[in-house]
């Protein structure tokens, strides 16, 4: 846009780019994939490798991990109501932060899932060796392949598939604790926190990664059948059975298997099974487990799948990663692309390391969730209309947080590494690849630009209520045609503040001593009882004796006039650039020709820093010469539908604070040049800002926009801009 300008707030959220998915998902289906997604690996092979870590307090780390997750899930309830499209995750926090997180949520959460469906299918091939001995890592590779077959068929046919396998797994498991119970050995659980404190963090740490079914849910949203009712409830059930369920089920191994024996097996539930139901039932306990850890990772396909067609449907990933599968109506690029990334994982990363790095990003990731819900009720964005509102907002959402964060200091080095890394490739994808195809509109952002309009509203208020500036110096050199010095010394009549303003005149243009201000100009200035005084000089360190008299003197405005032949003045141009960056004052540039009557002023590229310097000048040239106010601001023509009225919104606050009438221009447009010069069209003058970097007078924006316009230009520009901290540029580079 123009070299100041920030456009205003977005009320819509960004549109879709392609394709669409079918509502076919019941509510059981919809919690079958929530819950199946935790049971798998969470209880058939997470145990053992959590008890090395926490000792028997690992009963108690899936609860706490739990804790953790209750947060997220309101969080993620909340909004799937609100947006219930593909995506999940990956769609809230693009919408909340920007698509610079999203992009870094939508790779992390997809990481974290294709870990999970990994995990779990090299537990499942460990506990196909109880029936026979295979090599385990190909053959996991191979329930890969079968998987992605399944899935590329269709997702009705695959949650058919998943309802079965959790009906049975569920049923199986209740058996489990109600047969195991009694054969408990309290002494099992002595001490309780054998590896302290920091044995049970690391350990609710490791096991965050049984949850991750959760993110699951929220991805499918968009083939969810009454979404509003059915997404909050599967979540929040499935949360609550796998909170009840998972610290029975692993009481019942701790207190059955011996401690060494627990540690060191990758099969837990078999090697518990193995000490009191006798060899029929381990059979029975080793097909559950199969069972389980299929419905698992096939529940890792399910969702991991819908966030590359989500992200490409934002044109943050290629395009093809859109499609769908007419008869299936699959994402089937997404399901192949995950595919081979599952395969890849399956085959070289060790166990442990997988479950570690899939907690890892989905702590960051639920860190992310919670903190995006804070972004979207903050900004109070009126399409923003979810169902289901999560209770005691925002002390759950900032636990939440802080726990996550916490858990995700207790990870180890490798993970900590993995999720950095993700971090920063997703940071470089954006920037190389999606930055300048993607919808920048965010709740994040819509805050940061309300808070902005208001903070300008309020500075163009009390510019305006000053009633001009105390001490104007007005320069005159030649090559400034008589008529436009003229209009220099009219606008600053204008600026200053009447009575007690003070108009000095400095001159180096010999030509024109004792021409400029003429007499008239005088009397009319003493008549409004502002004092002028006129100095000549002939010095050749002018732009030094301007700097030294601005400091001296306590001058707030500077006024100076543009040449018209920028190229061939430029020494001129070059002290003009010399004193805009090292005056202390405000300065304004005129620009084109002199000012004849002034019956309409144009203010350009609204929205922007300077506006309170530019509304100022505006208002006041107006209110003395009788004339109104136009705002003129430009949007580019795929600009969500919303941000046309946000923009006018803004100019009627403006507008509020203005003494004169005032109207405004908002447009959408490819051609900013031509746009401006016609939306103009009608002004006497035309005030705009420049630069607040290196003002290069022949090549940069606003210049060229000025030579454009068919009136008199005035370029501002204030020194004063209050410069953001470290912690709001951070912010503001992460969500614009």
Known sequence: MFPDTLTAPDTNPPPRSSGSLHRSLGLYAVFAISIGAMIGSGIFVLPG?????????????????GIVVIPAALSQSEMATAMPEAGGTYLYIDRAMGPLMGTIAGFGVWFSLVFKASFALVGLSAYLEFFVEHPERPVAAALAAVLIIVNLIGVQETARFQKALVTIVLALLAGFVILGAPNTDPKSFQPFLSEGIT???????????????????????????????????????SVGVAMLL????????????????LAHTETPVLTAAAHFLGTGGTYVVAGMAILALVSM?????????????????????????????????????????????????????????????????????FALVNLALI???????????????????????????????????????????????????????????????????????DAFRLREDARLVQSSAAAVATGGRR??????????????????????????????????????????????????????????GIEVTTEYYTDEDRRGMVHAFVER?????????????????????????????????????????????????????????????????????????????????????????????????????LGEILTVPWDDRVSPTDDLIDTLTGLSRGANLVVLGAPSHRFHLVADLADRIAEAVDCPALLVHTPTLEKPGMITRAIQWLIM
Request: overall charge positive.
């Open 199 to 237: 044995g049970l963090l690391s350990g609710t740490a490791v096991v965050f990664v049984a949850y991750i079914g959760v993110t699951q849910v929220a991805s499918v949203a968009e083939e969810v059948k009454r979404p509003g009712r059915n997404i909050p409830l599967s979540i929040l059930t």
């Open 471 to 528: 001490h104007v110096l007005v320069l005159i050199r030649r090559p400034t045609r008589p008529s436009r010095q003229h209009t220099l010394f009219r606008l600053a009549m204008r600026l200053a503040v009447a009575p007690g303003g003070r108009i000095h005149v400095i001159n180096f243009d010999a030509r024109t001593r004792r021409m400029i201000p003429t007499n008239e100009d005088l009397l009319q200035a003493r008549s409004l």
């Open 297 to 365: 990772a096939n529940s890792g396909v399910i969702a991991s799948a819908r966030y590359p067609f989500a992200m490409a449907r934002n044109s943050l990933a290629p395009p093809f990663l859109a499609q769908v599968g007419k008869r299936s109506g699959a994402p089937i690029a997404g399901i192949s692309v995950t595919g081979i990334v599952l395969m890849l994982l399956v085959l070289f990363v060790p166990l442990i390391e997988l479950a570690k790095l899939a907690s890892a990003f989905q702590l960051l990731v």
């Open 553 to 653: 003197e306590g001058v707030d405005l500077f006024i100076a006039d543009l040449p018209q032949d920028l190229r061939a003045t430029r020494h001129v141009t070059r002290d003009l650039h010399w004193l805009q960056e090292h005056l202390t004052c405000d300065s304004a540039f005129l620009r084109n020709r002199a000012v004849d009557n002034i019956n309409r002023i144009a203010v350009l590229g609204t929205g922007g820093p300077y506006d309170p310097v530019k509304v100022e000048i505006a208002d006041h040239i107006a209110r003395h010469e009788d004339a109104s106010i136009r705002f003129v601001h430009l949007t580019p023509v795929d600009a969500p539908p919303g941000q046309a009225a946000s923009i006018h919104a803004y100019h009627e606050q």
């Open 375 to 445: 972004a979207f009720r903050e900004s109070d964005l009126d399409w923003y209309q979810p169902t289901f509102r999560s209770p005691l907002y925002p002390a759950v959402q900032i636990f939440g947080i802080a726990t996550a964060l916490l858990l995700l200091t207790q990870m180890g080095i490798i993970p900590l590494l993995g999720a950095g890394v993700f971090v920063v490739a997703g940071t470089i994808w954006y920037r190389l690849f999606g930055q300048s195809r993607a919808v920048k509109e965010s709740a994040a952002r």
């Open 49 to 65: 490798l959590a008890f090395k870590i926490a000792g028997p307090s690992v009963v108690l780390a899936f609860f706490l991990a």
């Open 246 to 261: 998972y610290p029975a089920v692993v009481a019942v191994m701790v207190g059955v298997t011996p401690a060494d024996e």
